[in-house]
């Protein structure tokens, strides 16, 4: 079975030694002299695992290594590679880096630098379920990480804040600026995407492992794409299950597993969660790479919200969350939301009246029914940031930065 490609910018001396290793353990390793290479191949092939790069080199150089691995849509960890005195200096700053990058300092033996590779790839293929760390099923093949699309979640553990008609109408947006996107109903005890679509007799996952296996829970198929049903309006939408009673045929990290495939066929998936952390969601929160969190102009929505926050550090999934502030115009000022929940907002959708009861009622969405009114310009804004969302240039500046224990980038010359 292939393993991934290890891309590798160190130093003339090292670099040998660091290839025949990684080559022994059936990793294809390439050498990349300048950022223009890792571009290059980046853009040529999606299993490249791992990045390992000297972090004591040129800063500018760095940085768009750095950029280059983080781009939207993109998240491959860096191995720095510094001196002990470097470390010593990160950890003094408190260095911010990605999530999954790591450091490894001089002097070193590739073989021990080859082990730390392993454990980055081990630690990519974990889900948080909250009973420890579970390596997935499968192998580490070349497969596993050619991820495209986005992978975007909605959730908050209040109910009736509008999760599912953030989840929709940013769905049909991104539609209708012409990307291809899947809609995931994972709500399996409250969720009724199909219904307020207008899709009737929906086959659900539920449905598909039952009749595959007589009755008894089933494996996840390895794609998706036969069983969602399409809208009108050229969305495609996957509903997991139409019964709270049935869930137990779903195996929760199977699940987000199979989800997280679905990338390799749209540019965006939509998830939308119920509001509660049971395993489902955690396995989701786990493969994510953003939480959209709505919230209202009220108390217990935004309590709930601080509480998830604290929830998301705990589990290490804070800087997925993104704030989206729901019938904005109404009860506490933004400022006021922003600083109670301790996240500034990423977008506003403004309160809509009747539209979404009758969007709901004709089995449309807003931005279908009624794409001129001001709500459908929200929905709008909030698909534009989520395409050019996933990592800002200046999230990985600030990152590299963090790498290197810098506060602004030197340049010299
Ligand atoms: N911006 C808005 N303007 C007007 N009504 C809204 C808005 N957002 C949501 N609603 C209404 O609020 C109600 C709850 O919304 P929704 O079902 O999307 O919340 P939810 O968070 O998914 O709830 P649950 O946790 O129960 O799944 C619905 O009737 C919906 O039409
Ligand atoms: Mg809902």
Same mark, same amino acid.
């Given at each position: 079975?292939?393993?991934?490609?290890?891309?590798?910018?160190?130093?003339?001396? #090292? *670099?040998?030694?660091?290839?025949?290793?990684?080559?022994?353990?059936?990793?294809?390793?390439? +050498?990349?002299?300048?950022?223009?290479?890792?571009?290059?191949?980046?853009?040529?092939?999606?299993?490249?695992?791992?990045?390992?790069?000297?972090?004591?080199?040129?800063?500018?150089?760095?940085?768009?290594?750095?950029?280059?691995?983080?781009?939207? @849509?993109?998240?491959?960890?860096?191995?720095?590679?510094?001196?002990?005195?470097?470390?010593?200096?990160?950890?003094?700053?408190?260095?911010?880096?990605? $999530?999954?990058?790591?450091?490894?300092?001089?002097?070193?033996?590739?073989?021990?630098?080859?082990?730390?590779?392993?454990?980055?790839?081990?630690? *990519?293929?974990? =889900?948080?379920?909250?009973? @420890?760390?579970?390596? *997935?099923?499968?192998?580490?093949?070349?497969?596993?990480?050619?991820?495209?699309?986005?992978?975007?979640? =909605?959730?908050?553990?209040?109910?009736?804040?509008?999760? !599912? /008609?953030?989840?929709?109408?940013?769905?049909?947006?991104?539609?209708?600026?012409?990307?291809?996107?899947?809609? =995931?109903?994972? &709500? /399996?005890?409250?969720?009724?995407?199909?219904?307020?679509?207008?899709?009737?007799?929906?086959?659900?996952?539920?449905?598909?492992?039952? #009749?595959?296996?007589?009755?008894?829970? @089933?494996?996840?198929?390895? /794609?998706?794409? #036969?069983?969602?049903?399409?809208?009108?309006?050229?969305?495609?939408?996957?509903?997991?299950?139409?019964?709270?009673?049935?869930?137990?045929?779903?195996?929760? $990290?199977?699940?987000?597993?199979?989800?997280?495939?679905?990338?390799?066929?749209?540019?965006?998936?939509?998830?939308?969660?119920?509001?509660?952390?049971?395993?489902?969601?955690?396995?989701?929160?786990?493969? !994510? &790479?953003?939480?959209?969190?709505?919230? /209202?102009?009220?108390?217990?929505?935004?309590?709930?919200?601080?509480?998830?926050? &604290?929830?998301?550090?705990?589990?290490?999934?804070?800087?997925?969350?993104?704030?989206?502030?729901?019938?904005?115009?109404?009860?506490?000022?933004?400022?006021?939301?922003?600083? !109670?929940? %301790?996240?500034?907002?990423?977008?506003?959708?403004?309160?809509? %009246?009747? *539209?979404?009861?009758?969007?709901?009622?004709?089995?449309?969405?807003?931005?279908?029914?009624?794409?001129?009114?001001? +709500?459908?310009?929200?929905?709008?804004?909030?698909?534009?940031?989520?395409? %050019?969302?996933?990592?800002?240039?200046?999230?990985?500046?600030?990152?590299?930065? %963090?790498?290197?224990?810098?506060?602004?980038?030197?340049?010299? @010359?």
């Amino acid at each position: 079975m292939a393993r991934p490609a290890i891309a590798i910018a160190l130093p003339g001396d #090292e *670099q040998p030694h660091v290839v025949d290793v990684l080559r022994e353990a059936d990793f294809e390793p390439v +050498v990349v002299g300048c950022p223009g290479d890792l571009e290059a191949l980046l853009a040529s092939r999606h299993d490249v695992a791992v990045a390992i790069l000297d972090g004591e080199s040129d800063f500018d150089e760095s940085l768009e290594y750095y950029e280059l691995l983080h781009e939207p @849509g993109r998240d491959i960890p860096a191995l720095m590679i510094v001196s002990p005195r470097t470390l010593d200096r990160l950890v003094g700053a408190a260095g911010r880096s990605g $999530a999954h990058d790591e450091y490894f300092t001089r002097p070193y033996s590739p073989e021990a630098l080859r082990w730390r590779v392993e454990a980055m790839l081990i630690r *990519q293929m974990t =889900v948080d379920d909250g009973s @420890g760390a579970v390596i *997935q099923s499968g192998s580490l093949s070349a497969d596993d990480w050619s991820r495209r699309g986005a992978f975007l979640s =909605v959730f908050n553990p209040k109910g009736g804040v509008g999760k !599912t /008609t953030i989840a929709v109408n940013l769905a049909a947006s991104l539609v209708a600026m012409g990307r291809k996107v899947l809609l =995931v109903d994972a &709500d /399996t005890v409250t969720g009724h995407i199909a219904s307020s679509l207008g899709l009737e007799n929906v086959r659900t996952l539920v449905d598909s492992l039952a #009749e595959a296996n007589d009755g008894g829970p @089933g494996a996840v198929p390895e /794609t998706l794409e #036969e069983l969602v049903a399409a809208h009108s309006s050229g969305l495609k939408v996957l509903v997991l299950s139409s019964s709270p009673l049935m869930t137990g045929h779903l195996d929760p $990290a199977a699940v987000a597993d199979a989800i997280d495939r679905a990338r390799r066929s749209f540019d965006v998936i939509v998830v939308d969660l119920h509001p509660d952390y049971d395993v489902l969601n955690r396995a989701i929160f786990g493969r !994510t &790479d953003r939480i959209l969190v709505p919230v /209202t102009p009220d108390v217990p929505a935004l309590r709930a919200a601080v509480q998830l926050r &604290d929830v998301a550090e705990e589990l290490g999934f804070r800087d997925k969350l993104a704030l989206v502030i729901n019938r904005a115009n109404s009860g506490v000022s933004v400022a006021d939301m922003e600083r !109670t929940v %301790g996240m500034s907002s990423f977008a506003m959708i403004r309160s809509a %009246g009747l *539209q979404l009861v009758k969007a709901a009622n004709e089995g449309r969405t807003v931005i279908d029914l009624f794409p001129a009114e001001k +709500v459908s310009g929200d929905f709008r804004a909030l698909a534009e940031r989520v395409v %050019g969302m996933p990592r800002a240039k200046e999230a990985a500046r600030a990152s590299i930065r %963090g790498l290197f224990g810098r506060k602004e980038p030197v340049r010299t @010359g």
